[in-house]
């Protein structure tokens, strides 16, 4: 990056867009050269055996230019609107599944 000063911080390397990491951002920053820096990944978090998911977001260093973010769910990707829809509709056929009575047939 042109005229960018780097610093380390901890594990993370902070210049411009990297310095403002989201709240959530677990990604070792200043591993990877080019875009696959810009990537903001955060811890993932198990959803069922086999299935986890994960934020990510992209933020372009020299023009702050974001892309996300987003919930990838397995190798599926979820705007935050998509994954709160998947989300309710999981939740409404639990509640639903909770409220069953089973009818005897004599």
């Known amino acids: 990056m042109t005229g960018s000063t780097d610093v380390v911080a901890g594990n993370r390397l902070e210049s411009g867009v990297r310095g403002a990491c989201p709240s959530w951002c677990a990604a070792g920053h200043g591993v990877h050269l080019g875009e696959e820096d810009w990537v903001h990944l955060s811890e993932p978090l198990t959803v069922v055996e086999g299935l986890s998911a ?14 996300g973010p987003y919930v990838v769910l397995g190798s599926t990707e979820y705007t935050l609107a998509e994954a709160q829809a ?17 009818v005897s047939v004599a």
């Open 54 to 67: 994960q934020l990510c977001m992209s933020i372009d260093p020299d023009t702050s230019a974001h892309d």
């Open 86 to 102: 998947v989300a309710a509709a999981l939740m409404t056929m639990a509640i639903t599944g909770g409220h069953t009575t089973t």
